[in-house]
Protein backbone atom coordinates (compact mmCIF):
# COMPACT_ATOMS: atom_id res chain seq x y z
CA UNK A 1 0.00 0.00 0.00
CA UNK A 2 1.40 3.14 -0.93
CA UNK A 3 2.09 6.27 1.55
CA UNK A 4 -0.94 8.22 -0.03
CA UNK A 5 -3.64 5.63 0.15
CA UNK A 6 -2.82 4.53 3.90
CA UNK A 7 -3.10 8.28 4.75
CA UNK A 8 -6.28 8.29 3.20
CA UNK A 9 -7.47 5.14 4.85
CA UNK A 10 -6.55 6.75 8.53
CA UNK A 11 -8.74 9.45 7.90
CA UNK A 12 -11.85 7.85 5.90
CA UNK A 13 -11.76 5.31 9.30
CA UNK A 14 -11.45 8.60 11.57
CA UNK A 15 -13.57 11.25 9.54
CA UNK A 16 -15.38 9.02 7.17
CA UNK A 17 -15.75 10.50 3.55
CA UNK A 18 -14.76 14.07 2.98
CA UNK A 19 -17.62 16.72 2.53
CA UNK A 20 -15.26 17.98 -0.67
CA UNK A 21 -11.55 17.28 -1.79
CA UNK A 22 -9.40 20.14 -3.82
CA UNK A 23 -6.71 19.65 -5.84
CA UNK A 24 -3.82 22.25 -6.25
CA UNK A 25 -1.15 22.08 -8.27
CA UNK A 26 2.03 24.09 -8.26
CA UNK A 27 4.81 23.08 -10.67
CA UNK A 28 5.34 19.42 -10.90
CA UNK A 29 3.78 19.38 -7.28
CA UNK A 30 0.31 17.88 -6.41
CA UNK A 31 -1.73 18.01 -3.34
CA UNK A 32 -5.30 17.43 -2.26
CA UNK A 33 -7.18 19.28 0.21
CA UNK A 34 -9.67 16.98 2.42
CA UNK A 35 -12.81 19.05 4.16
CA UNK A 36 -14.88 16.88 7.12
CA UNK A 37 -18.07 18.90 7.76
CA UNK A 38 -17.86 20.07 11.45
CA UNK A 39 -21.62 17.88 12.03
CA UNK A 40 -19.68 14.64 10.81
CA UNK A 41 -16.19 14.91 12.69
CA UNK A 42 -17.21 14.90 16.53
CA UNK A 43 -14.41 17.62 16.93
CA UNK A 44 -16.15 20.12 17.53
CA UNK A 45 -14.90 21.47 14.33
CA UNK A 46 -14.60 21.40 10.50
CA UNK A 47 -11.56 19.86 9.59
CA UNK A 48 -9.32 20.12 6.53
CA UNK A 49 -6.61 18.15 5.80
CA UNK A 50 -3.59 17.57 3.33
CA UNK A 51 -2.44 14.69 1.10
CA UNK A 52 0.43 14.47 -0.59
CA UNK A 53 2.84 16.83 1.49
CA UNK A 54 4.49 12.94 2.72
CA UNK A 55 4.45 12.43 -0.91
CA UNK A 56 7.29 15.52 -1.26
CA UNK A 57 9.95 14.72 0.60
CA UNK A 58 12.87 16.76 0.46
CA UNK A 59 15.43 13.70 0.42
CA UNK A 60 14.05 10.69 -0.60
CA UNK A 61 15.99 9.17 2.19
CA UNK A 62 13.70 10.72 4.58
CA UNK A 63 11.81 8.50 7.43
CA UNK A 64 10.19 11.37 8.94
CA UNK A 65 7.09 12.61 6.89
CA UNK A 66 4.22 14.56 7.90
CA UNK A 67 0.79 16.07 6.88
CA UNK A 68 -0.95 19.01 8.00
CA UNK A 69 -4.59 19.31 9.62
CA UNK A 70 -6.94 22.80 10.24
CA UNK A 71 -9.42 22.42 12.39
CA UNK A 72 -12.24 25.47 11.74
CA UNK A 73 -15.73 26.41 13.24
CA UNK A 74 -17.17 28.51 11.34
CA UNK A 75 -15.92 26.77 8.46
CA UNK A 76 -13.46 28.75 5.79
CA UNK A 77 -13.41 26.39 2.23
CA UNK A 78 -11.53 29.74 1.34
CA UNK A 79 -8.30 28.35 3.42
CA UNK A 80 -7.91 25.32 0.95
CA UNK A 81 -5.38 27.29 -1.02
CA UNK A 82 -3.33 28.46 1.73
CA UNK A 83 -3.03 24.75 3.88
CA UNK A 84 -2.13 23.58 0.43
CA UNK A 85 0.56 26.05 0.48
CA UNK A 86 2.03 24.89 3.93
CA UNK A 87 1.65 21.73 2.35
CA UNK A 88 4.23 22.66 -0.38
CA UNK A 89 6.49 24.40 1.40
CA UNK A 90 8.64 22.02 2.60
CA UNK A 91 9.58 20.75 -1.33
CA UNK A 92 9.30 24.34 -2.75
CA UNK A 93 11.62 25.16 0.25
CA UNK A 94 13.97 22.03 0.69
CA UNK A 95 13.38 22.12 4.27
CA UNK A 96 11.08 19.55 6.88
CA UNK A 97 8.90 21.76 9.12
CA UNK A 98 7.98 20.69 12.38
CA UNK A 99 6.49 21.82 15.70
CA UNK A 100 6.82 25.19 16.45
CA UNK A 101 7.74 26.73 12.69
CA UNK A 102 5.70 29.51 10.87
CA UNK A 103 4.95 29.57 7.75
CA UNK A 104 3.34 32.82 6.09
CA UNK A 105 0.95 33.01 3.15
CA UNK A 106 1.39 36.16 0.67
CA UNK A 107 -2.45 36.58 0.56
CA UNK A 108 -4.87 36.53 3.66
CA UNK A 109 -5.45 32.53 4.27
CA UNK A 110 -8.96 33.65 3.89
CA UNK A 111 -11.12 36.45 2.77
CA UNK A 112 -11.96 39.15 5.68
CA UNK A 113 -9.03 38.03 7.76
CA UNK A 114 -5.51 39.99 8.60
CA UNK A 115 -4.46 36.35 9.66
CA UNK A 116 -1.42 34.91 7.16
CA UNK A 117 0.60 32.58 8.41
CA UNK A 118 0.21 29.18 9.84
CA UNK A 119 1.63 27.81 13.15
CA UNK A 120 3.03 24.38 13.09
CA UNK A 121 2.22 22.39 16.38
CA UNK A 122 1.82 19.02 18.04
CA UNK A 123 -1.70 18.33 17.98
CA UNK A 124 -3.62 16.57 21.68
CA UNK A 125 -1.93 13.13 22.22
CA UNK A 126 -4.07 10.43 20.42
CA UNK A 127 -5.82 13.50 17.89
CA UNK A 128 -4.27 11.63 14.93
CA UNK A 129 -1.12 9.16 14.98
CA UNK A 130 2.13 8.86 13.50
CA UNK A 131 1.71 6.39 10.75
CA UNK A 132 3.99 3.84 11.11
CA UNK A 133 5.68 1.36 8.06
CA UNK A 134 7.86 -1.24 8.37
CA UNK A 135 10.83 -0.05 6.83
CA UNK A 136 11.22 3.33 9.31
CA UNK A 137 9.21 5.42 7.35
CA UNK A 138 6.40 6.98 9.57
CA UNK A 139 3.97 10.21 8.95
CA UNK A 140 3.08 12.53 11.53
CA UNK A 141 0.27 15.08 11.26
CA UNK A 142 0.76 18.09 12.49
CA UNK A 143 -2.10 20.78 13.40
CA UNK A 144 -1.48 23.62 11.52
CA UNK A 145 -2.92 26.71 13.31
CA UNK A 146 -3.37 30.31 12.16
CA UNK A 147 -2.11 33.40 13.54
CA UNK A 148 -1.75 37.03 13.28
CA UNK A 149 1.87 38.97 13.31
CA UNK A 150 1.62 39.69 17.18
CA UNK A 151 1.34 35.94 17.91
CA UNK A 152 4.39 35.55 15.51
CA UNK A 153 6.48 37.82 17.36
CA UNK A 154 5.19 36.18 20.82
CA UNK A 155 6.07 32.88 19.74
CA UNK A 156 9.47 34.51 18.21
CA UNK A 157 10.18 36.16 21.52
CA UNK A 158 8.92 33.22 23.55
CA UNK A 159 8.66 29.95 22.00
CA UNK A 160 6.47 28.44 21.09
CA UNK A 161 5.24 26.34 24.11
CA UNK A 162 4.72 29.63 26.08
CA UNK A 163 2.39 30.83 23.28
CA UNK A 164 0.54 27.69 23.31
CA UNK A 165 0.28 28.05 27.41
CA UNK A 166 -0.78 31.34 27.38
CA UNK A 167 -3.26 30.72 24.60
CA UNK A 168 -4.75 27.67 26.89
CA UNK A 169 -4.74 29.64 30.21
CA UNK A 170 -6.68 32.66 28.44
CA UNK A 171 -8.62 29.81 26.70
CA UNK A 172 -7.73 31.57 23.35
CA UNK A 173 -10.32 29.66 20.97
CA UNK A 174 -7.74 29.48 18.12
CA UNK A 175 -10.23 27.12 15.75
CA UNK A 176 -12.40 30.19 15.96
CA UNK A 177 -11.22 31.74 12.09
CA UNK A 178 -13.20 35.45 13.88
CA UNK A 179 -11.24 35.62 16.66
CA UNK A 180 -9.12 38.46 17.89
CA UNK A 181 -5.41 38.42 18.43
CA UNK A 182 -3.94 37.63 21.49
CA UNK A 183 -1.45 38.47 22.55
Given at each position: ?19 RRAEFVRGE ?31 PAESHLVEFFLGL ?111
Amino acid sequence: MSVAAAIEDLYLARWGAPARRAEFVRGELVVEILKWDQATTGEGVSVYATLGASTKATDPAESHLVEFFLGLSPARDEVASALAGLALYGAQNRTTLDHGHTVPSEQPLWPGTTMHIFLVARPLPDFLEPLLFPDRLHVEFLQAIPIFDSERAYKAEHGVDSLLARWETAQVPFWNPDRAPHP
